[in-house]
């Protein structure tokens, strides 16, 4: 039986549709499926992803590419009206043509293999009590890395920056507005789940060997972004990665 690594509504091409680098990371991410040792981090361990899982990833990627807004790496549209939409799940599902936990499923291997985040804002409500608000998705600079579009993916993100400000500029209105959702949902984790006793032990080696090796690095005279690059690519980890974050 062939695979299905298509989402129920692709990433739309040619004239009118959306910036290439969209379309070609889905189409290089598909290689993942035939050959997951091409992103050794979503194999897990010395055993190959089952190739269910495997499709689900392919779908559900091309799927978030798709509501990807390039000058932010969220899943959403900036408008001037209000502020940053974001996309939420039941459109994913609709777009993606899987059910919903399976695609849950897939974000949450991506999101533990580095390759997304996903974000739970929360606000307090008129009773003093925490709610959560539309999940924040962002697809990291680390996914495009793996495909060797990192160059391509800065470029693309200065060009969206600039239409979104000369948006602004012909509405006579700020930057800021059409991102105030994003900035707000990001910074609104007034309360988090405590780590167990493992991750925290795991991630407490994971910072000493960090500083090892960067350590290193700073006796050789490098420091700032530079040194925080040659470490991340060192270890194996995404670009902006940092053990005080």
Same mark, same amino acid.
């Given at each position: ?11 739309? %091409? ?16 598909k290689a993942w ?10 194999? %897990? ?16 990627? &091309?799927? @978030? ?16 009206? =209000? ?5 939420? @799940?039941? *459109?994913?599902? &609709? ?10 499923? $897939?974000?949450?291997?991506? %999101? ?12 307090? =409500? ?14 990291? &600079? ?15 993100r200065a060009k ?11 509405? =006579?209105? %700020? ?17 988090? *789940? ?16 960090? =500083? ?5 690095? @700073? ?6 972004? &530079? ?5 991340? $690519? ?12």
């Amino acid at each position: 039986m062939q695979p299905r690594l298509y989402p129920a509504q692709p990433i739309r %091409k040619g004239q009118g549709g959306l910036p290439r680098i969209l379309s070609l990371a889905a189409e290089r991410a598909k290689a993942w499926y035939s050959h997951p040792q091409k992103c050794h981090a979503l194999n %897990k361990g010395s055993r190959q992803t089952r190739s269910e899982r495997r499709e689900a990833y392919q779908v559900i990627l &091309e799927t @978030m590419l798709s509501f990807l807004d390039l000058a932010s790496l969220c899943l959403g549209t900036p408008t001037l009206d =209000n502020g940053f939409v974001d996309v939420d @799940m039941k *459109t994913l599902v &609709e777009a993606s043509g899987m059910g919903q936990r399976r695609c849950e499923r $897939a974000i949450a291997d991506l %999101k533990e293999a580095g390759l997304v985040e996903v974000k739970q804002p929360r606000k307090i =409500n008129e009773h003093g009590d925490y709610v959560g608000l539309r999940a924040i998705r962002v697809v990291r &600079e680390a996914f495009f890395e793996f495909l060797q579009l990192g160059p391509m993916l800065r470029q693309e993100r200065a060009k969206a920056t600039e239409r979104l400000r000369r948006k602004v500029m012909r509405a =006579n209105r %700020k930057l800021a507005d059409l991102m105030r959702r994003a900035a707000q949902g990001l910074k609104s984790f007034v309360r988090r *789940t405590p780590r167990s006793r493992a991750e925290q032990e795991r991630h407490e080696a994971e910072a000493r060997r960090w =500083n090892l090796v960067c350590a290193r690095y @700073m006796r050789e005279g490098l420091s700032g972004g &530079e040194l925080r690059r040659r470490v991340n $690519a060192e270890l194996g980890l995404p670009p902006d990665y940092s053990p005080n974050r």
